[in-house]
Structure formats: C-alpha cells, structure tokens
C-alpha cells in the first residue's frame, strides 16, 4: 500500500512537483481568504489571465515566466487600482476591459511566435513535470513574501476589508492597501502558474478558501485552515494524476473542490438535522 | 475660567461637483458636551463629521481639532458575515496606537474588553459580529470608538434603528464621556433624544439654522427654518411630519 504514496518519490520531477503544488496551496490558501472575504474573485480571475503575456515574453526570450508573469502582473493589479480610483469608470469595468487587453496581447503574441504555439498549452495550463529550480526556488521566496506580508498587515488589511470606511476614517492609506494586496494575490497567482496554469489559478484562490471559510469564524484560523487544504488538495491531487496519469493542475483543482463540497454537504446536512431534529 | 475650544470651525464650506453640501459653517465645539447635529436628510450632517474628522477637505473655511478623533459610521460596514468576533471589532480602535506591523497589546486587549462590559456585551465578545442583532452591533461600533480614547468622539446617527438597551447604553456613556472632557457629535433625526441629551444642538440645513442649548435652538422658527413647515407641534411637543404630511 505505502508504496503507492513512496513510489512516485524516487522521480526528482515528482519532488519538485510536490513542494511547488505545497507552495501553490499555501499561497493560494492565504490570499485566497481575503480573495473570498472581499468578493475579488473577478479581480483575481483577471490577473490570473493578464500575467498570459508576461509568461509568452518570458517564455521566447529564454528568462523565467515566474518573473514575466510577476512584472505583467504588477503593472496590470496597478492599472486597474488606478483607472477605478475616479469615479467614471467603476472597478468592474476597468478589470474587464485590462485583463481582456491583456488576454488578446498574450494570444496576439503566442500567434506571432509560431515555434511556441505548441507550447501554449503548457503556459495555459502549467506543466507539473517541467518545474525547473529556478522555478522552485523562485515560487519559494513568492510565497515567503506573500504570507509574510499578510502576516504583517492582517490587522490592517482585515479592517479595510471588514470597514473601509473606518479605516479612512483611522488615516490608514486605504488605496495603497488595496494595491499592497492586488500585488501579493499576483505572488500568489505567479506561485502557482508552473503547477496549475493560468487557467485554473483562479480555482485554488477561491476553493480553499471557501472550504476554510465554513469551517470556522475567525479570520486566522481561516487562513491557516485554507493554506492546509489547499496544500493537501495539491498533494492528493498530484498523486492522482501520478496513478491516473491525468492533468495534474485538473486533478488539483478537482480534489480541492471534491473537499468544498464534501464539507458544504456535511454541513448542510448536519444543520438539516439541527433545524429538523430541534 | 473660560477653557479652549475642543474644536473650531470656521467659515466652512463644502461642495461635491457644483452642489454646496455645507456652505459657510462656523463653530465652536466646547469640551466635555455632547453636541447633537441635527437637521433634514441632505442638511450636510455627515459631510460636516467629516470635514471634523478630517477625511472630507473643505472647500473654503478651516477646521481645527485639538486631540484626536474617533468615528462611528453612520451605516456600518458592509462585510457584517466577516470572520470576525465582537472583540476583533472593538479592538480595531487600538491599532492606530499599537502601529504598523505589531499586534495590539495585552492593554489594548482589556480596553476592547472594558469597553464592551461596559455596554452590557462582555458575554458576547466572542462572538463572530454577524450573529449579533443590530442594536448589538451598533455597541460593538461604539465600543470601537471608544477604544479609539479619542478626543472628539463624532457619531454618525448611531441610535438609528436602535433597541432599548443599546439607547440606555448610550446614554450612560455619553454621560462618562462628558464628565472626562471628551466631545461628542452625535447626528440624529430624533428631536426627543436631542432634547433630553444634549447639552447644545446645532441644527444644520446646509448653513447652521440654530446652535445653542436645545430649548433654544430646537424652537418652533427655528425648526420651521431648517426643515421648511414640516414640523408638527403634538400636544406640546415637536415632532417631524411623516413624509407627504404638512403641517397648518
């Protein structure tokens, strides 16, 4: 039995897999919660997609797409923090009309470079087996960067997140807050763009965090909750793809949801019988 | 001895876009009062909490505050189902002083837990703020500023909607914060309350109609002045005319 979880170790490939899906779950998890708490699931879907052409750069010029996709997708969370800041165009627009430029850019520039268009896939969706050192050791210091940071403005973050208002009303610069946590959701996104791709990024933003959310009350136990199940999603989720040979960022993601609903329908349940059984 | 002002406002004015919210105001706020801010809907009440709280910019005048300023909003927040506790919210007050980066401090944590006791909700502390009624959460809100241990204590129409232990909560705290030489600005609709608690009204409708000891300031013309005939005189008391009736 124990060989099915040692087996798959002996593969370098399939270590560095590990600790980037681990890495992927415990940024994700993190940001995620406030992802979830301030309803950023748009925004957050929107840098997940606006990093595509840092990572198409980055990709034909030989240099890591971590970093392509860090520098794109830093100066797209600013783009939309600044064109939503005066009041004629209202945030929601100004992420539709950045992220979709930026979408068109990445598609206009992978078309252009007809030698990576067999590649896209592999920007799209990640590729778990290509994760190179550099790769590692860059998602590493991301994630380090972004829990840190969270970890040290959670007290602020949480107040403008809970009561803007109040914290204008404290003097805390509330707009450069704002751009503090785009940025660090675009670490996170950028942590996870080797294991699970652009495309499903979003997922283990909002999942875990999700899950974590019914779990319990408390906005630290939250996020602890989310980074752990974000990170056992990764790791159960690689696993299956190992055996069943299937997408890794797919089985990732599938496993994380698999553990929302479990958890929605027990509880769902359980107060089912509460609200019957009196 | 005639003491310092807790707060000066002089020839204030406001405008967002081309309309005047509050035009030409000039006060001067005592210490140790409890000030009711009273007018119609649109009279400018918040804008001008705001122009003392210093988050609005006045477009003409100036406005001078000596100490610090704690804020009541008028609506709350929105993210009531945030995973927070009563006691995560009154502590917020103290994370201006506990500064960047650092966790409050066991003192701070007391002081968010006195200041909840002392409203009658030290049993519901821990409790994540979106279970609480709302007269509940109004006391968590206060109890917020309160931790603030600010100087100027502005109240943005904290009673609206508010149950009987809350406004009996109220009241006692006003009470202690006047005999501290605090001041308070609490907005209201509700002439009775200004009437009972207050020390001074100022009753506002876009200028300052009348400001003075409530007998004075909340008379007949006056009221007439600031919200144009719709007050009723009820057997000796003044009441506001519910919307579409109008007073002969």
């Not at chain 1, 499903?200 to 899950?211: E, G, W």
């Not at chain 2, 605090?182 to 009348?210: K, P, Q």
């Amino acid at each position: 039995m124990l060989h099915y979880l040692t087996d798959p170790l002996q593969f370098t490939f399939m270590q560095r897999a590990l600790v980037a899906v681990v890495l992927t779950g415990l940024a994700c998890g993190v940001l995620g919660s406030y992802v979830v708490l301030r309803g950023l699931a748009f925004i957050g879907d929107a840098l997940t997609h606006a990093v595509f052409p840092g990572v198409v750069i980055a990709f034909a010029a030989g240099q890591s797409v971590l970093l392509g996709a860090l520098a794109v997708g830093l100066v797209t969370a600013a783009g939309i923090a600044v064109l939503s800041r005066g009041r004629r165009v209202s945030e929601d627009t100004a992420i539709g009309i950045l992220f979709a430029a930026m979408f068109a850019l990445g598609v206009v520039l992978v078309s252009s470079l007809a030698a990576y268009q067999k590649d896209v896939a592999e920007l799209l969706f990640g590729n778990i087996l290509g994760v190179s050192r550099t790769d590692l050791v860059l998602a590493a210091v991301a994630t380090v960067v972004a829990v840190g940071a969270i970890a040290l403005l959670n007290k602020e973050l949480a107040l403008v997140a809970f009561d803007r208002e109040m914290a204008e009303a404290m003097r805390y610069p509330v707009f450069v807050l704002d751009l503090v946590l785009l940025g660090l959701i675009t670490l996170a996104i950028v942590v996870s763009l080797r294991a699970i791709g652009n495309i499903l990024v979003l997922a283990m933003l909002v999942t875990p965090a999700a899950t974590a959310r019914l779990l319990t009350d408390r906005l630290a136990t939250m996020q602890v909750a989310a980074a752990g199940i974000g990170a056992a999603s990764g790791i159960v989720g690689l696993y299956i793809s190992f055996w069943w040979n299937v997408a890794s960022g797919g089985a990732v993601v599938l496993t994380a949801t698999a553990v929302f609903f479990a958890v929605f329908l027990t509880q769902s349940a359980v107060g089912g019988m509460r609200t019957s059984g009196g | 001895m005639e003491q310092q002002p807790r707060a000066i406002v002089e020839g204030l004015s406001i405008a967002f876009g081309d309309r005047l919210a509050v035009e030409d105001v000039s006060l001067s706020l005592p210490r140790g009062a409890v000030i009711g801010l009273i007018g119609p809907n649109g009279a400018g009440k918040t804008t001008l909490l705001r122009a003392l709280l210093g988050t609005v910019r006045p477009t003409a005048g100036t406005v001078w505050v000596d100490g610090t300023s704690g804020f009541v909003p008028q609506l709350g927040p929105r993210g009531w189902d945030f995973p927070l506790s009563a006691g995560d919210v009154a502590l917020q007050g103290a994370y201006r002083s506990a500064g960047w980066l650092r966790r409050p401090s066991h003192a701070d944590r007391d002081r968010a837990r006195t200041a909840l006791a002392s409203e009658g909700m030290g049993q519901h502390a821990g409790r994540q703020v979106g279970q609480l009624s709302g007269g509940q959460r109004q006391r968590v809100l206060l109890a917020r500023a309160l931790v603030q241990e600010a100087d100027l204590l502005l109240l943005d129409e904290p009673l609206s909607g508010a149950d009987a232990p809350t406004e009996a909560a109220f009241s006692d705290i006003l009470g202690r914060l006047r005999g501290d030489g605090r001041t308070v600005v609490v907005s209201s609709h509700d002439l009775a309350w200004a009437s009972a608690r207050c020390d001074i009204v100022c009753l506002l409708a876009g200028r300052v109609v009348a400001f003075g000891p409530p007998a004075e300031a909340l008379d007949a013309t006056c009221l007439a002045k600031a919200y144009g005939g719709q007050v009723v005189d009820v057997g000796g008391v003044l009441v506001l005319a519910p919307e579409g009736h109008h007073a002969h």
